[in-house]
């Protein structure tokens, strides 16, 4: 039962009234439109107009693009739909997440290595603002995964790190200033991704934990959560076993089901032991920890009969629409669980004042809202978050603070970096530019030019030529790419690190923390966490002395090689 004045919603009597009045007044299929969160594909207004006309879809979300652009096609959708609509964006790392000016700010690991919970609040107001500047009112963050695995190729750089207590906090701090600026967060993935390594848009991942372990961990982060307001839950594609044989004992192995589509996990924990009243939506339905769980006429109705009030994503759009509508005629969705869906959209659009703004033609802030977007103010919370948290892991030769003129004559070996940071050159380039302007004689590696002497030279050639070699790598995490190692070079491991005791090296990780891992050998270690435009800078100021390394490690950066230390 869905209890309207109670927390996530709090709904005043006029709000209960508009979301009756508005059931009252939809017919079936426009009810079965509100269950689906659409993938916005098209930036052709008589496209999107046809589908809002067809489908009437409770929301959509759209990719990064230029912020004017996504501004008025989220007028466009708002203007159009009788129903305001969710907008959402995965506003993780800050405003960039849905507009290409946006700020980006840093990613949630590096907050936690801020270890100031101030910043994981100023991240939450960075997404709010620019985020609803463009028009959004849903982040799909904070992810409240705890980093568990160090070879879980999802969870990384996106969470606040393994300390439970400090995950809370953060994500806490961060859904207060979503709140503050009219945006809902959906806390992320149910029931807790980053105990395998396996990548739930490949595969089902397992959250493998006992319910005793679950309830300590990820379970009092829910459950925190949950009472500090949290909105929408974001269901994954992840089993969690010994959750759903707590509720269901006599379960076969076979019938254990993803979160998304396991009326265990979602009634049972999420609804019944949690008490979370809000609304519950699926990841990514396309994502085949989702897709490959049966026939897809099947899961779709499958996913909202089991407690899931949201479809994320469609594969094909009237295929699953049809899916539903089978779905609640054959019985698999009842009409009682239809209307409580539906019921659960509408009251967290009612919550976020949707209604009243759409009456009053507020739905859409001011055009000229969009100059927040990388503002002075939130470029200056980047740079004292960089200064914050960039780590000094390893300082084993006492090489840092480095002195410029000693080690003057600088190799720089580039290692990935094939993404810009927020549109501007490749931040292997900012930190090179940072290091010469410090006084550096800087050299970039280069696979041709440097064969001969890293393959068949004397090794006193190296020493020679160079007083300094500083690795710097942006080997960035994404989905779809199961494991995120370092790939040497051939012949041999070109550029490999076989020379760290006839030259000083410095490795610097700007993406990635678990790196150790692959160079256990090199005795002086950085971690920057975030490939954003304010790193480079003041990375180069903290190797050379001119303020000091003051971010502490949120996870275990030697992924627990001894060795590695």
């Known amino acids: 039962m869905i209890k309207y004045k109670e927390n996530p919603f709090f709904l005043s009597d006029q709000d209960i009234e508009w979301v009756e009045r508005t059931m009252q007044q939809m017919s079936e299929e426009e009810k079965i439109g509100q269950l689906f969160c659409l993938h916005g594909d098209s930036d052709d207004f008589g ?11 409770g929301g959509m979300m759209y990719r990064p693009s230029e912020s004017e652009k996504i501004y008025e096609i989220h007028k466009f959708i708002q203007d159009t739909s ?17 507009g290409n000016e946006g700020t980006f700010y840093g990613r949630q690991i590096q907050v936690a290595a801020s270890n100031n919970v101030d910043n994981a609040y100023r991240l939450g107001v960075i997404a709010g603002r620019e985020g609803s500047a463009v028009g959004c009112n849903w982040s799909f963050a904070p992810v409240i995964d705890i980093d568990m695995n160090h070879s879980n190729p999802i969870t990384n750089v996106r969470t606040f790190g393994s300390d439970k207590n400090r995950v809370l906090a953060m994500a806490e701090a961060y859904m207060r200033g979503c709140h503050e600026n009219g945006v809902a967060v959906s806390i992320k993935h149910f029931p807790g991704d980053g105990v395998d390594d396996r990548d739930q848009h490949l595969v089902a991942s397992v959250n493998s934990l006992s319910v005793e372990e679950w309830n300590d961990s990820f379970g009092m982060v829910y459950k925190g959560m949950i009472e500090g307001g949290a909105k929408t839950v974001m269901a994954g594609h992840i089993l969690q076993p010994a959750l759903t044989r707590y509720i269901s004992p006599e379960i076969k192995d076979e019938d ?23 609304m519950i939506v699926t990841d990514a339905t396309s994502m085949v920890g989702f897709a490959a769980q049966g026939r897809r006429v099947d899961l779709i109705p499958k996913a909202i ?24 005629k054959n019985g698999i969705i009842s009409r009682e669980r239809l209307d409580e869906a539906v019921a659960r959209i509408l009251a967290t659009k009612a919550s976020l004042k949707l209604h009243t703004k759409k009456e009053t033609n507020k739905l859409m802030p001011p055009k000229e809202g969009l100059r927040i977007l990388k503002c002075e103010e939130h470029k ?22 480095l002195d410029v003129q000693k080690y003057k004559r600088a190799l720089v070996i580039v290692l990935g970096d094939l993404v810009s940071a927020s549109g501007k050159p490749a931040v292997s380039g900012m930190f090179m530019e940072e290091l010469k302007a410090a006084g550096f004689e800087v050299e970039k590696f ?9 393959l068949t030279a004397a090794s006193s050639e190296i020493r020679e030529k160079y007083d300094v070699v ?10 779809n790419q199961t494991t995120v190692r370092i790939n040497w070079k051939a012949p041999m491991g070109l550029d490999a690190p076989w020379f760290v005791n006839e030259v000083p090296t410095v490795f610097i990780s700007i993406a990635n923390p678990y790196h150790l891992q692959d160079v256990p050998m090199i005795k002086t270690y950085i971690n920057a966490y975030t490939a954003n435009e304010f790193n480079p800078k003041v990375l180069v100021e903290k190797i050379i002395g001119k303020s000091p390394f003051k971010g502490i490690n949120p996870i275990d950066p ?4 001894w060795d590695a230390r």
């Open 380 to 401: 200056k919370w980047a740079y004292e978050l960089s200064d914050q948290s960039i780590t000094l892991v390893k300082n084993k030769q006492g090489l840092i603070p």
């Open 558 to 561: 030697y992924c627990g090689y």
């Open 256 to 278: 254990i089901m993803p979160a998304s589509l396991s009326p265990e996990l979602l009634q049972g924990i999420l609804r019944d032991k949690l008490n979370f009243n809000g």
């Open 47 to 57: 496209v999107l107009k046809e589908i809002i006309r067809k489908y009437n879809p």
């Open 470 to 479: 500083f690795y710097f790598a942006n080997i960035k995490t994404a989905s």
């Open 305 to 328: 009969a089991s407690g899931c009030d949201m479809i994320l994503f469609t594969r094909n759009l009237e295929e699953d629409y049809e899916a539903a509508i089978s779905g609640v």
């Open 446 to 454: 280069d696979e041709q030019e440097h064969k001969e002497l890293f």
């Open 82 to 98: 009788a129903i305001p609509m969710l907008l959402a964006a995965n506003l993780e790392s800050g405003g960039d997440g849905i």
